[in-house]
């Protein structure tokens, strides 16, 4: 993000594409852990251009337009999400023994690695040929080339706006992590669904989160600011997600408790992106979004680790009950956000 500050946002994407184009490529002759290791570290690196994308938006709408673009994203992203796992799956099923045996260094999963490869190289095609610069000159910032993040954080984000708005998305993204940690679980043990069956229910959550942001959040953008689509998409989702832990045997019954809460957190997110980049000068647009991110994924991190111990040590009902409890105190805390200021264009 900080790169995206100094050099633009067309060349870190281009070169983060590259990048995980190249993850792929070890991933293709992973036939050891290590390697594979080495490459899902690599594409992990490079995933930080999420960020760099969201500044790139932001650069490239006024305020009033700010999160109904984000929306966009993050229906690009849920897009993304529903198709990629489906042709990994497909990939998978090619057979490779013939492959396998005659080309060296190959193993079982290297198609559909391959297929990722070439997904990322289509990517870094299509940024070459078509994505123009979005930061002008003007509003580029000289940050140094290496700093303790740190000290980068405290340096750029002393506003108590930004400490808020960066530890909401942090425990929020812990909650949501935890809760989707137990989906296959609680369908596998309390519903008894097949893997394709459970599939079919991720599909389900991936079609909502896509209309939600790419449909709901701009209908509610042209009325409401970033902060209540924020708090409206947090209003959703305690109730019917401690509902849901209820709702075995019956299928059609938890697909209708996560209907408001998959729309929260569609709603959620360009809410918060956007509140943040209205926030923040141009020339830290980079910096900031990327810093969302990060903080993000930390939560994705953690959050899967506190809910199996949620689920192992308590069970779904009052692990959820938790889970919707903490979010309720989310929500709370949304209101002290300050509203953002519609003078701060990208």
């Avoid at 929306?71 to 799956?89: N, T």
């Avoid at 490869?117 to 095609?125: K, M, N, P, T």
């Avoid at 509610?220 to 689509?229: D, P, T, V």
């Avoid at 305690?238 to 697909?255: D, E, I, N, R």
């Amino acid at each position: 993000g900080r790169l995206s500050d100094r050099i633009g946002r067309r060349p870190v994407l281009l070169l983060s594409s590259l990048g995980l184009a190249l993850s792929y490529v070890l991933w293709i002759f992973a036939q050891s852990f290590t390697l594979f290791a080495v490459s899902r570290v690599l594409g992990g690196l490079m995933a930080g251009n999420m960020g760099v994308a969201s500044a790139a938006i932001a650069d490239s709408t006024p305020p009033e337009k700010r999160t109904q673009s984000m929306g966009l994203v993050g229906a690009a992203f849920g897009l993304g999400m529903l198709l990629g796992p489906m042709i990994g799956g497909l990939l998978a099923l090619v057979p490779v023994d013939g492959l396998v045996g005659s080309l060296p260094g190959l193993h079982t999963f290297s198609i559909a690695a391959g297929g990722a490869f070439l997904i990322a190289l289509l990517s870094a095609a299509l940024n070459a040929a078509y994505l123009s610069e979005t930061l002008s000159v003007e509003h580029r910032r000289e940050h140094p080339w290496i700093e303790n993040p740190v000290t980068v954080a405290r340096r750029n984000f002393r506003q108590p706006v930004y400490f808020l708005i960066l530890n909401l998305n942090l425990l929020y993204l812990i909650c949501f992590s935890a809760f989707e940690f137990g989906f296959s679980f609680f369908y596998k043990l309390d519903f008894g669904l097949q893997p394709a069956q459970i599939g079919l229910v991720f599909f389900y959550i991936g079609i909502v989160l896509v209309l939600g942001q790419g449909g709901l959040v701009r209908v509610l953008a042209k009325r409401m600011h970033s902060k209540k689509i924020l708090i409206t998409g947090l209003v959703l989702m305690p109730l019917p997600l401690a509902l849901f832990a209820w709702t075995a045997p019956y299928v059609w019954l938890s697909l209708l408790a996560l209907l408001p809460v998959i729309l929260g957190a569609a709603l959620f997110q360009p809410g918060i992106s956007g509140l943040l980049s209205l926030h923040t000068p141009p020339d830290r647009q980079g910096l900031a979004l990327s810093t969302l991110r990060s903080f993000g994924s930390l939560g994705r991190a953690l959050g899967p680790i506190l809910g199996a111990a949620l689920y192992w040590y308590a069970g779904i009902q009052t692990a959820y009950l938790v889970i919707a409890i903490v979010l309720a105190f989310l929500t709370i805390w949304s209101f002290f956000l300050k509203q953002e200021p519609q003078s701060n264009a990208g």
